[in-house]
T-cell receptor, first 113, second 113 residues
């Protein structure tokens, strides 16, 4: 079966702009989580969506937001980009509400200049 | 803040030897501990997990050990192969927080042929 698909793979944006990243989970999976990965902070949890509802949120400013659609696809948005937002953004797909095995996409590499 | 495994050491092993990757965690309320492998240019990949009420679990060529007394988790890889070269992350999860994962900093494993 197809894995987790994240688009785009690479993105370059200018400070102050906004960006939207997309994630298509594995078919049948209803949970989508987003993570930010940087060399300095490692993998940090952003938020989780299940059945179109945000269930958990990490310690990120309100500039980071997300949503999930009825087909479980998810988008995350970052507004007013800062240089420090440069990172690999990873999406993880899980079958249900409490599953240990999360399947990760390859990520979107965002560079803010 | 939350943290699992604050260090990012590098472990170099000879092909065919056994590898042991360690992780210290801080949250004694975690329900599950999980190991992920991340290869260059890819998202993390699930290896094995262990419930907090267990102290050992074995998979194919891998064994995870959990010592709750000293809050220590380890991943043992038998007969390490070049394809095992990657960054390894430990992560923890609490059921009440859904699928949210708290990751450690990671360990780089280099396998010498």
């Amino acid at each position: 079966k197809a894995g987790v698909t994240q688009t785009p793979r690479y993105l370059i944006k200018t400070r102050g702009q906004q960006v939207t990243l997309s994630c298509s989970p594995i078919s049948g999976h209803r949970s989508v989580s987003w993570y930010q990965q940087t060399p300095g902070q490692g993998l940090q949890f952003l938020f989780e969506y299940f059945s179109e509802t945000q269930r958990n949120k990490g310690n990120f400013p309100g500039r980071f937001s997300g949503r999930q659609f009825s087909n479980s696809r998810s988008e995350m948005n970052v507004s007013t980009l800062e240089l420090g937002d440069s990172a690999l953004y990873l999406c993880a797909s899980s079958l249900g509400q409490t599953n240990t095995e999360a399947f990760f996409g390859q990520g979107t590499r965002l560079t803010v200049v | 803040g939350e943290s699992v495994g604050l260090h990012l050491p590098t472990l170099s092993v000879q092909e065919g030897d056994n590898s042991i990757i360690n992780c210290a965690y801080s949250n004694s309320a975690s329900d599950y501990f999980i190991w992920y492998k991340q290869e260059s240019g890819k998202g993390p990949q699930f290896i094995i997990d262990i419930r907090s009420n267990m102290d050992k679990r074995q998979g194919q060529r891998v064994t995870v050990l959990l010592n709750k007394t000293v809050k220590h988790l380890s991943l043992q890889i038998a007969a390490t192969q070049p394809g095992d070269s990657a960054v390894y992350f430990c992560a923890e999860r609490r059921v009440e927080y859904g699928n949210k994962l708290v990751f450690g900093a990671g360990t780089i494993l280099r396998v010498k042929s």
